[in-house]
Every structure is written in C-alpha cells, then in structure tokens.
C-alpha cells in the first residue's frame, strides 16, 4: 500500500491546500493530511488543532482514502509510527522549492522517507493561509479561495478577536 503525508498548519485550510490534498488522493492509496500542533506556536495560530483538524475532516470528506490527523514534534517520526513512506509537498514558487528540497534532504537523511512535490495548480499559486487571514483580517473578500464552512468560521473568529474576544 502506498501511504503518504500531506503536512502544514493549515490556519485555515485553503482551497489551494485542498487541490493539494485532492490530487496526492490519486496518487497514494492512503493519505493522511498532519496538522503541526506545536503547542509553543498555539498562541500565534487563529485556530486551534482542534478546530484545524475538524475543518480539514470536513474540507477531505470527499476523498474516502485521506484521513487527518495531529502531530507534535518530528513529521519524519510521524512518518515512522505510521508506516507513510512519502511526504507531499506543493510548490507554488521556485522560492518554496529552495526550502523544501532541504526539508526533503534532510527528512530523507533521518528515516526512510521520500518527498513529492506537487506544483500547485496555477489559480492558486499565490494563496497562503496568511495571506487568507490578512486580506480577511481587513475585510477583503477572500471567499474564492477557502471553503464557505471556513470563510464563516474565518470570519466569525476575525470578529470575535476585533471586538476583544480573542478565542
């Protein structure tokens, strides 16, 4: 069986992470989407694992081989205790191919792991989840580039943390 890894934040999910994520289903048999759950960036983060990890359930509830899941620590030990064999990375830029070629390099040095890169279709080349939350943040309209379940989400969190409520 070919399993493989689809890593990121995803804070929020994108419709450029789910072109990603939908095409690394046809690749792979199985693919699971790893939400990093750093815990010493959680303050930073819009939304919570959790709350990252039940949008993207929702966003993948297509693709019956992609599960999501969190981790903590390594994505190469990740890889390791659940027998994934490659990493998918998209690439929007020769600039992302700069970084993740070293990622790639080293995470093949610690375990045995492959990386995929899969260039990101050209509608979404310059969407970044920060970019979503920035251009959101000062009332853009970015409802063509995240799901309608996470531009209400988004944009509840957006107003609850501009009339002090933080999370």
Known sequence: MRKAVCPGSFDP?????IDIISRASNLFDEVVVAIGVNKAKASARLFTAEERIE?????CSDFPNVTVAGFDGLLTTFCEENGIGAIVKGLRAVSDFDYELQM?????SLVDVETVFIPTSPEYSFLASSLVKEVATFGGD???????FVLERLTSRLAERAAGGGR
Request: proline letters at 9%.
């Open 55 to 59: 949008m993207l359930e929702k966003a």
């Open 142 to 148: 970015v409802s063509r580039l995240v799901p309608p």
């Open 13 to 17: 999910v994108t419709n450029g992470h």
């Open 104 to 108: 790639a390099q080293m995470n093949s």
